[in-house]
């Protein structure tokens, strides 16, 4: 997969999971004021669990082939995604773990913290100013 399409793929995957991150928040909130929306919530909270698992590993099948042979610069960013992600993903892991009513009780500061993530992926690796083929190319070892 070239840069731009793997940037597209994974941008697209964020705003999947934002859409799924709102509908949580929405269906928290009704859960939290009294209405019967259990099935609704665990159906949403599947989904999410199962687009961020899928997000983890295209991130991992896509970004490190394309930074690899940038002695330094790729080797880099790939160690700094590698070293932050399996912190922050465990974090995101433990937040999402538990029955609704549970996750439901994190639900704010996990939309916060998730969201925050995503934008510093965004502003960072995600950046087109990285994962253009041309900057790509210039860092490649001759």
């Known amino acids: 997969m070239d840069a731009e399409a793997a940037r597209q ?12 991150l709102n509908a949580c928040r929405t269906w928290a909130r009704r859960l939290r004021g009294g209405e019967p929306v ?6 949403t909270l599947a989904r999410l669990r199962d687009d961020f698992i899928a997000h983890n590993a295209t991130e991992t099948e896509v970004v490190r082939p394309l ?10 960013l790939i160690d700094r995604m590698l070293e932050e992600h399996v912190a922050e993903h465990a974090a995101f ?6 029955s609704a ?6 639900m704010d500061e996990l939309i916060e913290e998730l969201d925050a993530h995503m934008a510093a992926e965004e502003r960072t ?3 087109p100013l990285v994962l253009d083929p041309a900057v790509i190319a210039r860092r490649r070892a001759p």
């Open 9 to 20: 793929k994974l941008l697209a995957q964020h705003d999947q999971i934002r859409e799924h």
């Open 38 to 43: 259990q099935p609704e919530l665990d159906a």
């Open 67 to 76: 930074l690899r042979g940038s002695p330094g610069w790729g080797t880099v």
């Open 93 to 98: 892991w433990d937040a999402l773990a538990g």
């Open 101 to 106: 009513s549970e996750v439901v009780a994190r």
């Open 125 to 127: 690796f995600l950046s």
